[in-house]
């Protein structure tokens, strides 16, 4: 079955433990980025990658930091958590066809809770 | 003004109503649109790509007017199913720059 995964679901954690949430995608897809939902602000996007070894940043990355060292992984990782980052986090992949991302394919999401 | 804006709603219909959705958005050199349907805080799905003047799907129509710069999202004959948060995407700058901005989202609600 073509999905995107996320793991963990549900964290709850403190400020400054370093954590890692994990994307995998199983759809050969070369895009794949982080976004936030929050109340009122919608979804705001962290990170993206293109391929393997192309990072960008989106609107939000402070904070944050991701790799792609594999096509099919893109974890996001919080090196010092705060309160702030409390959040919903999606990850998505598509296709790149010629002028532009094609559908994102969206994980479940990641609810996050620093206190 | 924001690079993509919505109006959060709610639109409340009753169930069998005509209601419509506009998303307006900054980027002149946009070339590509999207409507996603998210229910309850689930994960954002794919409802319509808008490459050209628009988009139909059944129920659905999705228009561009690039003069205005906005983006329109025609529901009919509303079922209770269609309640949900439409959110808008527009990518950012010129194209594949795989930077993305999404509107906050517009909120449906059908009543029987």
């Known amino acids: 079955e073509a999905q995107v995964t996320q793991n963990p679901r549900y964290l709850i954690t403190v400020t400054g433990k370093k954590l890692t949430v994990t994307c995998s995608q199983n759809m050969n897809h070369e895009y794949m980025s982080w976004y936030r939902q929050d109340p009122g602000l919608g979804l705001r996007q962290i990170y993206y990658?293109?391929?393997?070894?192309?990072?960008d940043k989106g609107d939000v990355p402070e904070g944050y930091k991701v790799s792609r060292k594999e096509k099919r992984n893109f974890p996001l990782i919080l090196e010092s958590p705060s309160p702030n980052q409390t959040s919903l986090y999606f990850c998505?992949?598509?296709?790149?066809?010629?002028?532009?991302?094609?559908?994102?394919?969206f994980g479940p999401g990641t609810r996050l809770t620093v206190l | 003004r924001k690079e993509v804006e919505q109006d959060p709603g709610p639109f409340n219909v009753p169930e069998g109503a005509t209601v419509a959705f506009n998303c307006t958005y900054s980027n002149s050199a946009s070339q590509s649109f999207f409507w996603y349907r998210q229910d309850c805080r689930k994960e954002p799905k794919l409802l319509m790509s808008v490459y050209s003047s628009g988009n139909e799907d059944g129920r659905f129509t999705a228009q561009l007017n690039r003069a205005s710069q906005y983006i329109s999202l025609l529901i009919r004959d509303s079922k209770l199913s269609d309640s949900a948060t439409y959110l808008c995407v527009i990518p950012s700058g010129s194209s594949n720059t795989g930077k993305l901005i999404f509107g906050q989202g517009t909120t449906l609600q059908v009543k029987p």
């Open positions: 998505a992949s598509s296709f790149i066809w010629t002028s532009s991302t094609d559908t994102q394919y």
């Open positions: 990658s293109m391929n393997v070894e192309v990072t």
